[in-house]
């Protein structure tokens, strides 16, 4: 099963911007759905964004228009631009692997995550 490391956050302040990565154990051409998911303080992880195979994409509607996701199969990686950042995006950052866009997550455990921290 592929692992996966994330990496990318940091402290900004509000409006600012971060870029995350998620670099993949292995290949990832197989794999249909990756997405991004978030933990903020004290609440559950939810799903941010997610893209399939053929480079389609979801979004929650807290991340439309500000943040982009995207692969990289030759380099195992799936990125996630976030722009116009807010105190409330403030969490730490997972990937993991989905069914499909709609579907269930189909991964295994939970990596390390990347801690975002957006002052105000």
Request: aromatic share 8%; charged share 15%.
């Amino acid at each position: 099963q592929v692992q996966f490391v994330e990496s990318g956050g940091g402290l900004v302040q509000a409006g600012g911007s971060l870029r995350l990565s998620c670099a993949a154990s292995g290949s990832i051409i197989s794999i249909n759905t990756i997405g991004w998911y978030r933990q903020p303080p004290g609440k559950q992880r939810e799903l941010v964004a997610a893209i399939n195979s053929g480079d389609n994409t979801r979004y929650a509607d807290s991340a439309k228009g500000r943040f982009t996701i995207s692969r990289d199969n030759a380099k195992n990686t799936v990125t996630l631009q976030m722009n116009s950042l807010k105190p409330e995006d403030t969490a730490v950052y997972y990937c993991n692997t989905r069914f499909s866009l709609w579907g269930a997550r189909s991964g295994g455990s939970w990596g390390q995550g990347t801690q975002v921290t957006v002052s105000s």
